[in-house]
């Protein structure tokens, strides 16, 4: 599956003078562009519902008809009903895995990866020209070429190819949104902007009129690809694991700036409970990577290496089940799909199981030996535990054989039931049922363990109730969120030519351009000048004829003549100045406003379920239209309605996979890996 890609003639003519690139062909037929279109025609279909509960339920407010209110209330089911049909399809897209795992990959767990944001198109054109005009004071229509680079560079990260360029993309046009936020957005005015998106896992859209939410987005969709980038990555070869793990940890590290910068972001996937649950999940993923790694080469069949990936995998078991806790709290489990959850148990159950399995190869294949370095093994397995069995040392397991067997088989038998309650939570879920690879690995584990069991089977063992004690959980390479360095790459300014941004921005207010004659007086023009750029006109003589002509202290020079000198210093003006004869040239100079500005209205934010004061005019609005509000009564979120009603002994040795058929006789530690080609 391959992302293509669109070229691009634009440049940023303004900045670097380098192209930068488009995002995917939206009418490209792969699986993963298929899946985003579903997504975005979904939410269009949830638009429209959400519309006619919005009229049915004004009308039940307005109506004193009785007959008119059983009629409005059986169409209020009715639009109840599609919307929880239409949830559930939304949740099957987040739980399709397949379409973002590896083309090559066939012999690992999946891997969960985000889906992308979807948003409205936005028009730029039409309301920065007008700002341009009446705050800058300048011809809109001169910066048509830089409006179209905005919009092209927006539309591109709609689409972002699976790939680090597709990062990129969205990086740039988040570097980006500061500078137009301080060029257009004004901090005491709203904007005639709206900025639509979509929430990821109800597919409930809400609307701003400032670039927070924008902001934010984006930074989810550069997370969510980082997340299919790790998914894509092919770990059955040692590049693609590494790949994997840094992609994971890049997901988090931008989830975890996202949740410390935006914190009031009204919407259900980026909530503070749902993004600390994302990052979990994408650490326990990188973790699952770096386990991966340790076994690709093949796990080395003696105690010490053993114990070790006993706890390696105790670790996995232990991140997966604090992602799994965080799914079940409120109110993340009312919008995480359950398939997710349920992933996450039979990943718990799965590793915890694996763990168990080690530490019972590592008692029951293994005896100190003559050779053997006896205090390191010690050392090691007292390490596993955290408590032993009554009357039991850690040298009294390694030494006495009926002891060492009697907790290799505790664990084998704790290892057996963790498999067959992974397989019986793996059977509840009807999309993990659509997983055969992870239904063949589930399976090849289980058979395996009941190989070691059967092997190691005594007539006692029906008398012996020894409970195998819990593996502490331990790594030496931990997974840890990683900030990439693409969030500060520098980008240069479409509208540099407004001028300096820290004079003309949107918090500054002039007034208009004024052109003022300057004289020489005995070569003294009656003033001085100042800082970098632009120049700013100090100790004014107020007797000099620039002063009479209109000319005021603290006034920024911005043209010499036809000369613009927006970016100039004090020495490239005054050498344009120091040539002015008895006729004189004329300057063009703004001055700063002073005065208290009103204090800017509530930020409006458009979604269901919000307090009194907003409406749901992101309902109303359509992309065709000019976008007015309409003032429409307050609502409860859909959200609360009953969405979910769900029943929630070889040299080397490795992990097993789908490859090994489960109902065929196993070795000891089946292989995990085939050949990447």
């Known amino acids: 599956m391959t992302d293509a890609l669109l070229p691009n003639g634009l440049k940023e003519g303004r900045g670097d003078g380098q192209c930068f690139r488009k995002g995917c062909n939206p009418f490209a037929q792969t699986g993963r562009s298929k899946l985003q279109n579903k997504r975005a025609n979904l939410n269009q ?25 059983e009629m409005v209330l059986l169409e209020l089911s009715y639009v109840n009903s599609n919307l929880q049909l239409l949830m559930g399809q939304l949740e099957g897209l987040n739980s399709s895995v397949e379409v973002y795992q590896s083309s090559q ?6 891997l969960i990866a985000l889906g992308l944001k979807e948003t409205k198109e936005v028009d730029f054109s039409t309301p920065f020209k007008d700002y341009i005009s009446s705050h800058y004071n300048e011809d809109g229509a001169n910066y048509e070429e830089e409006l179209a680079d905005l919009m092209d560079l927006r539309q591109s990260c709609r689409t972002p190819s699976r790939s680090e360029a597709g990062v990129e993309l969205l990086a740039k046009y988040f570097n980006h949104l500061p500078l137009v936020e301080s060029r257009f957005f004004s901090p005491t005015h709203h904007s005639s902007i709206f900025f639509t998106w979509y929430d990821s896992f109800t597919g409930v859209p809400v609307c701003q009129q400032n670039l927070s939410l924008e902001k934010a987005s984006t930074l989810f969709n550069m997370a969510a690809l980082f997340s299919q980038i790790g998914t894509r990555s092919d770990r059955q070869t040692s590049a693609g694991l590494k790949e994997a793990i840094s992609s994971f940890q890049k997901a988090a590290g931008v989830l975890n700036h996202l949740k410390e910068t935006f914190t009031h972001t009204p919407s259900y996937d980026m909530s503070p409970a749902m993004l600390a649950m994302l990052i979990r999940m994408m650490l326990a993923q990188a973790q699952e990577c770096l386990f991966e790694q340790l ?5 080395r069949n003696e105690v010490v290496t053993l114990l070790r990936m006993a706890q390696e995998a105790a670790k996995v078991s232990e991140l997966y089940d604090h992602v799994h806790q965080s799914m079940i709290q409120t109110p993340v489990k009312d919008n995480v799909p359950f398939f997710w959850s349920t992933m996450s148990q039979v990943k718990t159950n799965h590793y915890r199981s694996m763990a168990h399995y080690f530490m019972a ?9 003559p050779s053997d370095d006896e205090d390191q093994q010690e050392k090691s397995l007292s390490q596993v535990y955290d408590h032993l069995p009554d009357g039991c040392s850690p040298l009294d397991i390694l030494k006495k054989t009926a002891e060492r067997e009697r907790v290799g088989r505790a664990h084998i038998r704790r290892a057996i039931a963790g498999h067959e309650e992974a397989l019986r939570i793996y059977s509840l879920c009807h999309h993990l049922n659509k997983l055969e690879v992870l239904q063949d690995i589930l399976k090849a584990s289980h058979q395996r363990s009941l190989h070691k069991a059967s092997d190691n089977h005594t007539d006692e063992e029906f008398a012996d109730y020894l409970v195998a004690p819990d593996i502490i959980s331990k790594t030496d390479q931990h997974a840890e969120m990683e900030v990439p360095a693409v969030l500060k790459v520098k980008v240069s300014d479409f509208f540099q030519r407004l001028g300096p941004l820290s004079v003309f921005s949107a918090k500054q207010r002039w007034t208009a351009p004024r052109k003022v004659r300057l004289r020489t007086d005995d070569k003294d023009l009656g003033f001085t000048l100042k800082g970098d750029a632009p120049v700013q006109v100090v100790s004014l003589d107020p007797l000099c004829p620039a002063a009479a002509d209109g000319l005021k202290e603290g006034d920024y020079i911005v043209a010499v003549g036809e000369a613009e000198c927006k970016w100039m210093g004090v020495g490239e003006v005054m050498r344009l100045l120091k040539d002015v004869d008895q006729q004189g040239v004329d300057i063009t100079v703004v001055s700063v406003l002073d005065g208290n500005p009103t204090m800017p209205a509530k930020s409006a934010t458009f979604c269901g379920n919000l307090p009194k004061t907003y409406s749901m005019i992101c309902l109303a609005y359509d992309d065709d239209k000019n976008g007015k509000s309409r003032k429409l009564s307050k609502k409860s979120s859909f959200l609360s309605w009953g969405l979910k009603t769900k029943l929630k002994s070889a040299s080397t040795v490795s992990l097993p996979t789908a490859e090994q058929s489960w109902n ?8 995990s890996y085939k050949d990447a080609y």
């Open 664 to 671: 065929k006789p196993c070795p000891a530690f089946p292989s």
């Open 45 to 69: 279909q949830i638009i429209k519902e959400m519309r006619m509960r919005a009229g049915a339920e004004n009308l039940l407010k307005a109506s004193s008809n009785s007959k008119v209110k």
């Open 105 to 110: 990959e066939t012999a690992n767990i999946p």
């Open 361 to 369: 190869s590592a008692l029951l294949d293994h005896h100190v030996g």
């Open 295 to 299: 076994a690709l080469p093949g796990i």
